[in-house]
């Protein structure tokens, strides 16, 4: 396998020039420059790869984007002596190629190849077409098996060339000529410089850019000047919208081209840099990627969502909230700063000089409407003010929120403090103030005549006569700061939208969470929920605008699909502010043109929605990095020793709007397994995989919600250790031999055997009893110290979890090695107990100190295995767990006349207190213990080597506990003990 070491990727994101969010520009602008991982801020030329991601070639390199990073596309840096003025990708072939300044062509991918000195190059189909210093048309194959002379066409100067059937164009330096294949007829067509030459795909005609001017072929063949810019610049490149929308790069800005109609876009239009030397435009993500002459790559967004802010008449700083449109068609929107607004086509004007902090309106009966922050209603015509509705008498509270007519012609008010209800302003009076007393901040009417009410205190529903029919709040699972909006379906499913909640569906009596259920990705505020005419919920947040097909909510709710993901509009959409107002009547306006205006902490979002076009995802892994090191052949087979496998994938998409998550499963052995959640992340890391033929596998999930995403998999092996092969089949064959052996020597019972057979026999049990104690105490120690990793878990410490999986995983392969024999260096033996000591000292936040002491003549001598870490962890677990001061644990090994002693001394609560305390399992301590005891006596009775135990309770004068000592004496073992 061939492996690289992997130093990670370059960081994701680019900038966002915040001056295109200006409401005349039609596209947000985001930069990526080096910082994001381009290797140089001059961008030459953009292609799209057959995969969806963007081929970028700077003055010092090309890189892949696949809307997440930028990553190294060539290994071999030698192709960075030449700079690229344009690339050409061939998706058959799956190979790159690129054009010097200076006019020689080279294959940049897979390998690094020079093809030719010729001056223009061109790629169509399975061919690379070329003209030659002294004016010959070549044509060679892409697998460059063959080179045919087409004709000597004269053209000296020769610097485009573009093939077009039997009809190949030549630009050269002064002109450009028209040949046909067939008659080898070579006509001039243009007397005009052409650099460049590039078909409308939408269209078919062909654009010729020469100099400072485009020119394009007409249908009748004629040539026609698009565009001449001035004197002294030059044009670059052109992409195409589609049949009569175009951009132009140019040295002196960016020009749209659109219908007759030419627009520029330079530094006074947020552009960063007016060199625009590359243009490409990607359909699917509906934006323009442009490369500049020193300020990197440019995506331009167009535009969906247009801010009104105080450029345009807001005053700086205006929280807006309620906005409607009057009986004469002029929208108004109501202000915390003492005004209402009147919202013209790109301004903003008073409407009215009636000076209150306003936060809610509407029109009844010609009238504005107009509630306050605590001065009760203003009532308005034609901006001026003719009168009040305020105090106890009318209203519970001059906090007013919203202001609703219902199709009987009765006023509702909502007010801090509960509701009021009247036929006509003089009757308004307050209602129903024994059962509803807080703030009421919106009104709905359902389809049979009732009325909902929604605050903070859930939602009211009150008949024509003024009763309850229904209340829903936190004890019904409402769990909420306030509701703001509602919206009753065909079905009759009456949709609730909160702040702080998320969105609610009441049906058929039962009360049901959305964002609650697995893999819904609504946000938790639902302002409002605007239907629109293509199907679709607008929904305004504290974090920006969504919008989720209800078609897609339907068949959430009732499981026909397993995820919920809506459109993001956030600031690449052209919304300054992000955070919308919502908690009052009106909180958004639709007008007959199916275009929306909200409110937000700072201005206006008007909303041009477009119907979404569904697009297929097709996600793609793009690296595996195992152990730190990248995965770079299509060998999949791993060593054991693999603690880490990290995948990173991608979904070529470079639209924000789209909001696509991921998910991921991993098989293994052929059994099937389950997604995981919905997440952000575009990477994820496995570790300490056990081994066995694993698939992994990944699918994208945008806001289109596919029922049948695609699916991108990785296949791969991890080898198991030898012992993994054959431990279980030499287990089986062990123990079924032994039963074998022990029934026989039941049944037969004979006497003949001589007196060594039966020791033989007798020695031979022991072991198997040893093994078989040493087989339980594998486990129980695995046990204890996974629980110091649940602890982690548990608090949520994921990085200290790693961590100390990372060293678990060093303990757990020593215990592995050393639990097959019997006897251990000390050495060896305090490596192990030093590990578990740490993980349990970590896991203690530091609460006690250790200090482990053995002499250098005896770190080499053995003892049997595992003998000694029970009373250290019994020291731990139960003599400093239940601690309140910091404690000490002293291990010790120190010389003796027949071997050694070796003592434990901690200055714990003691055994005793240690009992009391462990109720519910008196037994814990005494398993390890007891089973340690019982190996002693196996050892001793099997190999003739003495050990004792004792355990001391140390105490002070007072008979009160200072801890535990214990002292175990190990009499010496050979070095060439047999140890299997």
């Not at 003549?857 to 677990?877: G, H, M, S, Y």
């Amino acid at each position: 396998m061939f492996l690289l070491n992997y130093t990670g990727a370059a960081q994701i994101g680019g900038q966002l020039i915040t001056g295109s969010l200006d409401f005349r520009i039609p596209f947000t602008i985001t930069q990526y420059s080096k910082q994001q991982g381009l290797p140089q801020s001059q961008v030459l030329d953009i292609v799209e790869k057959g995969n969806g991601n963007l081929i970028v070639a700077t003055a010092n390199g090309i890189v892949e984007y696949n809307g997440i990073e930028f990553t190294t596309f060539i290994e071999d840096e030698s192709y960075k002596n030449n700079i690229y003025r344009k690339i050409f990708w061939n998706e058959k072939y799956n190979k790159l190629f690129g054009q010097e300044l200076s006019g020689g062509f080279h294959e940049l991918y897979p390998n690094l190849e020079k093809i030719g000195d010729d001056i223009a190059h061109t790629i169509s189909d399975d061919y690379i077409y070329s003209v030659s210093k002294s004016g010959g048309i070549y044509r060679t194959d892409l697998d460059y098996k063959k080179t045919v002379e087409l004709l000597h066409a004269n053209i000296i100067g020769a610097a485009s060339i573009y093939v077009n059937s039997n009809l190949i164009y030549v630009g050269s330096s002064s002109s450009l000529y028209l040949i046909d294949v067939k008659t080898k007829l070579v006509k001039k067509i243009l007397d005009s410089g052409v650099y460049d030459i590039q078909k409308n795909p939408f269209s078919n005609e062909l654009y010729f850019i020469s100099g400072n001017s485009v020119f394009k072929e007409s249908k009748n063949d004629s040539i026609l000047k698009v565009i001449s810019i001035e004197a002294g610049q030059s044009c670059e490149d052109i992409d195409f919208i589609d049949s009569v929308e175009c951009f132009v790069a140019t040295s002196n800005g960016l020009y749209q081209i659109y219908d007759g109609y030419i627009d520029k876009y330079s530094k006074k239009s947020a552009l960063p840099s007016q060199f625009i030397q590359s243009a490409y435009f990607n359909k699917k993500s509906n934006c323009l990627f442009i490369g500049t002459g020193e300020k990197g790559m440019l995506e331009l967004e167009f535009k969906t969502c247009y801010s009104f802010i105080s450029e345009q008449g807001f005053k700086e700083n205006v929280s807006l909230n309620s906005i409607i449109r009057n009986q004469e068609g002029e929208a108004l929107v109501g202000g915390n700063c003492c005004d209402i607004y009147k919202i013209g086509i790109d301004t903003v004007l008073t409407y009215s000089n009636t000076k209150h902090s306003y936060a809610s309106l509407s029109e009844i009966e010609g009238t504005l409407v107009a509630g306050t922050w605590g001065e009760g209603i203003k009532l308005i015509r034609n901006g001026e003010l003719i009168g009040e509705i305020k105090g106890t008498r009318q209203l519970p509270n001059n906090y007013v929120h919203a202001s609703f007519q219902d199709s009987r012609g009765n006023i509702w008010i909502g007010t801090g403090n509960g509701i009021a209800v009247g036929n006509n302003f003089s009757t308004i009076k307050p209602v129903l103030t024994g059962k509803i007393s807080n703030e009421i901040i919106t009104f709905y009417e359902l389809k049979n005549g009732n009325i909902c009410l929604g605050g903070s205190d859930g939602v009211f529903v009150i008949d024509s006569k003024f009763s309850m029919v229904k209340k829903l709040g936190v004890k019904d699972g409402i769990k909420a700061k306030e509701v703001r909006s509602f919206y009753e379906d065909e079905e009759g499913k009456l949709w609730i939208g909160t702040y702080g909640g998320g969105l609610y569906c009441y049906f058929n009596g039962d009360l049901t969470s959305i964002n609650s259920l697995k893999n819904a990705k609504l946000d938790k505020d639902v302002f409002c929920l605007a239907n629109d005419d293509f199907g679709y919920f607008f929904i305004t947040s504290n974090h920006g605008l969504w919008r989720i097909s209800k078609k897609d909510l339907n068949e959430f709710y009732y499981g026909k699909l397993e995820y919920l993901v809506p459109f993001y509009y956030g600031e690449k959409s052209g919304i300054y502010n992000t955070e919308f107002n919502g908690g009052f009547q009106n909180n958004y306006l639709k007008t007959t043109y199916n275009h929306f205006y909200f409110p937000t902490l700072e201005g206006i979002v008007i909303v041009a929605p477009e119907e979404p076009i569904f697009k297929k995802l097709k996600p793609l892994i793009n690296r595996v990095i195992l152990n730190d090191t990248l995965v770079v052949n299509d060998d999949h087979v791993f060593k054991r020793e693999t603690f880490s496998i990290q995948f990173y994938f991608s979904s070529p998409d470079f639209s924000e709007k789209n909001n696509i998550y991921y998910q991921y499963k991993l098989g293994v052995d052929g059994e099937a397994s389950n997604w995981s959640p919905l997440q952000k992340s575009a990477t994820i890391n496995f570790k300490m995989l056990p081994p066995g033929n694993y698939v992994f596998s990944v699918r994208a999930i945008d806001a289109f919600n596919d029922k049948e995403p695609t699916v991108a998999t990785y296949q791969f092996e991890i080898e198991p250790y030898f012992y993994e092969i054959f431990l279980i089949k030499v287990l089986f064959v062990l123990v079924i031999s032994s039963m074998v052996f022990m029934i026989t020597l039941y049944q037969t019972k004979s006497a003949r055997k001589k007196h060594a057979e039966r020791e033989r026999i007798k020695r031979r049990i022991a072991e198997l009893e040893l093994n078989v104690l040493l087989a339980q105490m594998n486990p129980h120690f695995i046990f204890n110290s996974l629980n110091s990793l649940k602890y982690f878990l548990s608090i949520g410490d994921i990085s200290k979890a790693d961590q100390f999986i990372d060293n678990f995983s060093f303990l757990l392969r020593r215990v592995m090695i050393y639990s097959s024999e019997k006897f251990i260096a000390i050495q060896d033996e305090m490596e192990m107990f030093t590990s578990y000591v740490e993980l349990e000292r970590i896991r203690l936040n530091n609460r006690f100190s250790y200090t482990i002491i053995a002499s250098d003549d005896l770190r080499n001598k053995l003892i049997p295995t595992f003998i000694i870490q029970p009373f250290v962890e019994n020291a731990i677990k139960h003599g400093f767990s239940q601690s309140e001061k910091k404690n000490r644990l002293l291990i010790e090994f120190t010389s003796s006349e027949n071997g050694m002693i070796c003592i434990i001394d901690d200055d714990g609560i003691g055994r005793e207190n240690a009992k009391n305390i462990q109720t519910n399992s008196p037994e814990h301590e005494s398993k390890g213990i007891s089973n340690v005891l019982e190996r002693i006596a196996i050892k001793k009775d099997t190999f003739g080597k003495n050990i004792s135990v004792k355990i001391i309770d140390k105490k002070d004068a007072s008979n009160n506990s200072l801890g535990t000592q214990v002292i175990i004496n190990i009499e010496e073992i050979d070095d060439t003990s047999d140890n299997s």
